[in-house]
């Protein structure tokens, strides 16, 4: 695994404006970054990332089944007991989902460290299913990269497989995607699922989470009193269990997309469920409910809110002083513990890897690099090749 150097395309910012990709710099600071790119050998994709991927991901689900089976574990996972029916409907019914993403520190040697699952609102996906394939076709064209490079990076194809298998399972024809208003990362990466969809013969219609409203049936609908019949929804399930209009949500008779399932694999007390599911798995760190601080013997960790977005609210505890403290908005519900574990460094940044699954199955990579040692909102995307 290297970083390597390479001359920026000339006119990738041109096109990226021709392309929608209008959020290639956020707050006048680059987010995606094609100065270097990181170069990995196929073993090392293959053994090392593209394997361990589907089998946390098998992992995961075995915490789902065995917390939607118990409500003590559901109130573990803060889950609000108005959906602890309507979570296990979900999981037994196998409402369908579309993807996911564990974060991984990985440096090249030895095996990768599950950090968390993103697995009801991931972003990246645009950069890391289009605008890198593209960055790879252009490079490899112009001479600056070999022709024997590939990429890990079978996201896109899958994307819009996976949306016809969805239409077929819910006989539907057309289906509605959200996002909050204001946010143009999360407009984008919705537009992008828009189009995967369109080439699986869906017909989308957008419309902002702000703007959905409720009919006098209990269902919920867009601007143009159209019912919303499938969703998929940019928007945590954390933040609508907790809303005014949460009541709405069953009666509201919903394909969600994400599934109510998700919850599980969202919520940040995974961790610790996964570590006594599995101890001592070697892709898996240490991890502990705040009742179970007693059992670490590590004298370093990491505190993370039960639920929270982009790195916020993430803090390191060394023998029991706080040495690095997150910012933000979460950790009213909980915290879990997770041993210590530091990212990867090339060239003085520090390097996280984000591995994709879609329909259950590894699908590409995403690589975030950043001086601080949290990954945040900000934190630079790189592209990646095989070699």
Known sequence: ??????????????????????????????????????????????????????????????????????????????????????????????DPSLYSRLDFAYDGNGPAKLFENN??????LYESGFWQWLWLEEQV????????????????????????KMAKH???????????KDTVEDRGTVQYLQDCASEAGLISQFVFIE??????????????????DTLFKLYPWEFMQREAFASFIIPAQVNWIEPLWKSILSNKALLPMLWKLF????????????????????????????????????S???????????????????????????LPT???????????LVDDKPAGISIREDKSLITQDLSRYLPHIIL
């Not at 006989?171 to 996002?179: E, K, P, R, T």
């Open 211 to 228: 703007d959905i409203g409720i009919s006098e049936s209990e269902h919920f609908t867009d601007l143009n009193d159209c019912v919303i």
């Open 170 to 180: 819910y006989a539907i024809d057309s289906m509605h995607f959200a996002c909050c």
């Open 316 to 342: 390191v505890i060394e023998q029991g002083r706080t040495t690095i403290e997150g910012q933000g908005p979460y950790g009213q519900e909980g915290f879990i513990y997770q041993a210590f574990h530091a």
């Open 141 to 164: 064209d112009k001479g600056k990269l070999s022709r024997r490079a590939d990429q890990f990076n079978s996201l896109q194809e899958k994307l819009i497989n996976q949306f016809a």
């Open 119 to 124: 697995a009801d609102t991931p972003t990246s």
């Open 279 to 314: 101890p001592n798995h070697p892709n898996l760190l240490p991890s502990y409910f705040e009742d179970e601080l007693h059992l670490a013997k590590e004298q370093k960790l990491v505190k993370k809110p039960l639920f929270s977005r982009e790195g916020a609210n993430i």
């Open 346 to 356: 090339f060239s003085q940044n520090h390097t996280l890897i984000g591995s994709w």
């Open 1 to 94: 695994m290297l970083r390597v150097d390479i001359q920026e395309r000339d006119n990738w910012r041109k096109k990226a404006s021709e392309f929608g990709f209008t959020f290639h710099t956020m707050q006048g600071e680059p987010y995606w970054d094609e100065s270097a790119y990181y170069q990995f050998t196929l073993k090392q994709i293959e053994k090392d990332l593209e394997d361990p991927t589907e089998e946390i991901h098998q992992l995961c689900l075995a915490v789902v089944d065995h917390v939607v089976n118990d409500d003590a574990w559901l109130k573990k996972f803060q889950i609000p007991e108005l959906f602890w029916q309507p979570i296990l409907d979900s999981w037994t019914n196998r």
